[in-house]
């Protein structure tokens, strides 16, 4: 190989959130989850790889400064997991498995926030170092996944359902596609960072917590995920807003619950998560129907979801209640982002 490839892939954002594992070191979770994938060009890492007989040593680069490879068990894991696969499809003997390779990502946004950066840096990853080495492969979802969970619902666009699956070697723990991109174009998600600075619990390090010390946690996985799984892909496929709106925030509430259910308990939301969520829910009830929802991952930040026709009176409503970077009082910047282009 004699060309640098790059390649780029987007943040997902979960509506049934993925919290817990049933195996640590294969990251397979104890539930399905749910998310919707954002454009190429909005919250994305961005990776290039080298590849080649010339190149010394295996090397990777994070927004400018240099990673041990040896020291961190998942990057060195798909970094194996790649070769494995060069010598399944090209050859036990194949070269290219020997090759070195230089890898270089770049995240456009705030790393390690709460932002899904993982997700984005490793489905990037395996995705570009698929390219690199032309293999295109229906095991690429599984490869990311062994980098950070979440990151095998970002090998695709548009809906995403991550089957938790109850093999013991996680053959059947996988994403597919629910549906594309051009499937809903009304929908939009707007981005509230509240917050961008690096959280206090990684999601890796409070979702083993949870597991160990939560009774709501079990309750979650048994009694809820199945249900609210096949009823939002029901509302994704009919197109129901409402629908999808209410079992996204009933959704991101429980796992906020489990969060505080921990002990010691991970907090994540903090004053201004609570106030959006209040103001969502008097905006609902103002205008007498669900119009948008709120979803929050391991970070206080805001992701909503709304469609196109109601988004201008929205916004509206949202600068006024937030106004942006007040200085000397907790601010909120808004990034408005949408699915799809
Ligand atoms: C999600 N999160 O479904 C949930 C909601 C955070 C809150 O997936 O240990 O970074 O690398 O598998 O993938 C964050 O978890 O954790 C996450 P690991 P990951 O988006």
Known sequence: MDKVVTCVAPVNIATIKYW????????????????????????????????????????????GQIMSIETNERLKKCFDLIRNLIRIRKGESSQEAKWNI??????????????????????CLVYTLANAFGLVDEDLPSIARQGSGSACRSIYGGFVHWKAGIDELGSDSTAVQIAADTHWPEMRIIILVVNDSQKKTSSTVGMKQSVKTSELLKYRIQKCVPERTKDIIQAITDKNFEKFAEITMRDSNQFHAVCLDTYPPCVYLNQVSHEIISFIHDYNEAVGQIKVSYTFDAGPNAFLFIQQKDLSLFMSELVNVFPSQQPNSSYLRGIETSVPA
């Open 20 to 63: 817990g594992k049933r195996d640590e070191h294969l990251i397979l979770p104890l539930n399905d989850s749910v998310s919707l994938t954002l454009d190429c060009d909005q919250m994305h890492a961005k990776t290039s790889v080298l590849a080649g007989p010339l190149i010394d040593e295996d090397s990777v680069w994070l927004n």
């Open 102 to 123: 230089r890898v270089c990502s770049e995240n456009n946004f705030p790393t390690a926030a709460g932002l899904a950066s993982s997700a984005a840096g490793y489905a």
